[in-house]
């Protein structure tokens, strides 16, 4: 999948990190905004392996959340899937994430981090924190009930970080899964497929205390 650098000789390849337990239009919405301010050639999503900041909670499957990024990025041409962090050994870190893809990618890429407003905020006590604005630019997207310019973001360096407001999608994969194990819809919150491939599974159903989605 790797593609040329252009007539500059770079690439300019947007990394949309997360945990996408399900993807949801929040996230296609943020990186298709963050494609076209910053005339990225790619946006590339990475599935996390196993969220640090997520421990206590059950996460479905990497493998499942792999495909269900994969089909919800399917009909868009600059948007791939990256397995780098569900073949990582251990929990996934952000540094790691963009040292891979450098090294997969090539040095003619240059990477722009995409990233919610309260991920940004949380950003300085990510693991690696002084490295990460030497992998790439930070771009922190608006989120409703998240302020943007928080003061956590104020001491991050300026000409490494782009604040930017882009339509508000007031949706969370927490409320997916919340609505699937209430039984409410999830139209039109996520792409078809998902609403399609959580049935298939058996996703967020209320008795599904472990083993059912990893069979
Ligand atoms: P959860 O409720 O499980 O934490 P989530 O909806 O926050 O799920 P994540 O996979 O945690 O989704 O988020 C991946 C990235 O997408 C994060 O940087 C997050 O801030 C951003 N993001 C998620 N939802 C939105 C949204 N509605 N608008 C803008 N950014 C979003
Ligand atoms: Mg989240």
């Known amino acids: ?56 909670r059950r996460v479905s499957g990497a493998e499942d959340r792999y495909l269900m990024t994969v089909i919800a990025t399917a009909s868009n041409p600059d948007f791939t899937v990256s397995r780098v962090d569900i073949q990582r050994p251990g929990e996934t870190y952000t540094v790691d994430t963009l040292k891979d893809l450098r090294e997969v990618r090539g040095d003619h890429v240059d990477l722009f981090f995409i990233t919610g407003a309260d991920a940004l905020a949380q950003i300085l006590t990510w693991r690696g924190a002084d490295e990460l604005f030497d992998l790439a630019h930070f771009v922190g997207v608006s989120r409703p009930g998240v302020e943007l310019h928080s003061p956590a973001v104020k001491h991050l360096p300026k000409d490494k970080i ?27 919150l996520v792409p078809d497929g998902i609403v399609q491939y959580i049935n298939k599974r058996g996703l967020y159903a209320p008795e599904d205390n472990s083993d059912a989605a990893d069979q």
């Open 162 to 188: 782009t604040l930017m407001e882009v339509p508000a999608m007031a949706i969370s994969s927490t409320a997916c899964r919340t609505r699937v194990s209430q039984g409410l819809p999830i139209w039109y």
């Open 1 to 56: 999948l790797n593609r040329p650098p252009n007539a500059n000789g770079r690439y300019r390849l947007g990394v949309m990190g997360g945990t996408f337990d399900p993807i949801h239009h929040g996230h296609l919405v943020a990186a298709s905004e963050v494609g076209a301010r910053f005339g990225l050639d790619e946006v590339v999503f990475v599935p996390t392996g196993i969220p640090w900041q997520k421990k206590g």
